[in-house]
């Protein structure tokens, strides 16, 4: 992932505000910081040079005070906005795929459902260091790093000509040293991934393995995949320590570059103290954002991952289940649905390779009961999610025929007008949470009495 994808300003609108309420927040904090240098310089420079008393220095170090305030100031609602914005940003981007996945149709979710809940569940949530400390550093280093450059060059020449020689080695040893973590955040969430949907599959086999006896088979396999997720997040952790132990010791060494060189000059006259006092105080301000952003984009690392694999699920096609005709849904309209058959001729949906059912034909009729029956994988579940439109249909035909002898294609009724007229129980049917009147549609008491009495 770039340092900013753009995938993520069209996915999430949320971070779209937040990166420009945080970009006015760090042009805000680089004035703050060269204003606090000078000023601090300027309260400096007069004590040590003719020895000035605390009275004839109180109005820089009143500034300076002022300036301290505001910038924690700054800082505290800049580190309040990125929390917000996390929040917002996860939540909006988690809704999408949620809503994605649904789209996708029920033979991707029974491919990659268990990857897809350990994406939203938990690789997500760690998109917040990407929000609250990586986005900010990455502002301050587009900001701070070349206005304190600009003021160095302002106030000296050869402070600022030594600082833009050695600046762009943090980038590059950033640049190195991302590719490792890159490809370490991506092992820990493909292993903790794998974790996930094995637990999620051995949760739905529980009352299959206790009645087995066989409960406690999977132990040493789940014990295994919890070592190999400890490891892929130490490598990560050993990674981004060592990284930032590199990124200290480089950017201490510009620092001393051009500290030592300014501290040489000021010893021998050619620079005046304030000068050289102000140099050195802001020598670190232009390469700290660098140095930042390089150790919270490592921190950062495993969100950047699971977002990346979030973009790829929004980025999967939908099936096409057909389109919708403005004139079948005139003539559905006075359809009895309580008549209607459903007609399936030479019906193929392409599974795994192969066509699961083939060629089949079958006649729905009203008022009676249709027993569709085969081997596993002959396409049973495949053709009762076509008469749902959840699944295309690659070959043949099904037709909605009325008892006036009308037909229409069933990719021609709209999902809603369909669902409306079809009551669908699942092979693994779900209750939400909540009481069981709360999962039925609006009913009467009486309703809800005689369907419960024919429930038994």
């Not at 320590?241 to 201490?252: C, D």
Request: with cysteine; charged share 15%.
């Amino acid at each position: 992932m770039r340092p900013l994808d753009p995938r993520l300003l069209k996915y999430a609108s949320s971070a779209r505000r937040h990166i420009i309420l945080i970009s006015l927040l760090g042009i805000v904090t680089a004035v703050l910081v060269i204003a606090q240098t000078l000023a601090l310089s300027a309260a400096l420079s007069p004590a040590v040079t003719s020895g000035a008393s605390l009275a004839q220095v109180r109005t820089p170090l009143l500034l300076l005070v002022a300036i301290v305030i505001v910038r924690a100031a700054v800082i505290g609602v800049r580190e309040a906005l990125g929390h917000r914005a996390a929040d917002r940003t996860i939540r909006e981007l988690r809704g999408r795929v949620l809503t994605h996945i649904s789209n996708l149709g029920p033979r991707w979710r029974a491919t990659h459902g268990p990857e897809a809940s350990t994406l939203l569940s938990r690789g997500l949530t760690d998109l917040s260091p990407y929000f609250v400390d990586y986005l900010p550093q990455l502002v301050l280093t587009a900001t701070v790093t070349p206005l304190a450059l600009a003021t160095i060059l302002f106030l000296d020449f050869w402070s600022a000509f030594i600082a833009a020689i050695v600046v762009p080695l943090i980038p590059i040893f950033m640049a190195l040293i991302g590719r490792f973590t890159q490809s370490a955040s991506a092992e820990k969430l493909e292993t903790m991934q794998s974790l996930g949907a094995q637990m999620l599959d051995l949760i739905a086999g529980l009352p299959t393995l206790r009645a087995l006896g066989r409960e406690s088979a999977p132990r040493a396999h789940l014990e295994s995949l919890s070592r190999s997720n400890t490891r892929a997040t130490m490598s990560t952790l050993r990674i981004a320590f060592l990284s930032g132990a590199v990124l200290e010791f480089l950017s201490t060494l510009c620092v001393a570059l051009v500290a030592v060189e300014v501290g040489f000059r000021m010893v021998f006259g050619h620079v005046s103290l304030f000068t050289g006092l102000a140099v050195i105080m802001l020598a670190p301000e232009v390469f700290e954002p660098l140095r930042q952003v390089g150790a919270q984009f490592h921190a950062s690392a495993n969100g950047v991952a699971a977002a990346e694999q979030a973009f790829e699920i929004l980025e999967t096609p939908i099936p096409s289940m057909g389109e919708d005709s403005e004139d079948s849904v005139q003539g559905i309209q006075s359809i009895d649905w309580s008549s209607a058959a459903f007609s399936l001729r030479n019906l193929s949906i392409e599974a795994r390779g192969t066509w699961a059912p083939a060629e089949l034909n079958a006649d729905i009729l009203p008022g009676t009961l249709s027993v569709l029956a085969g081997p596993s994988g002959s396409g049973k579940t495949s053709t009762i999610y076509a008469l749902m439109r959840l699944l295309p249909i690659q070959r043949g035909h099904l037709m909605v025929c009325t008892r006036e002898g009308e037909e229409f294609p069933l990719q021609n009724v709209p999902k809603e007008k369909l669902w409306e007229a079809i009551t669908w129980v699942p092979q693994h049917p779900s209750l939400l949470p909540g009481s069981l009147r709360e999962q039925l549609p609006p009913s009467t008491e009486e309703e809800l009495e005689a369907a419960a009495a024919l429930c038994g």
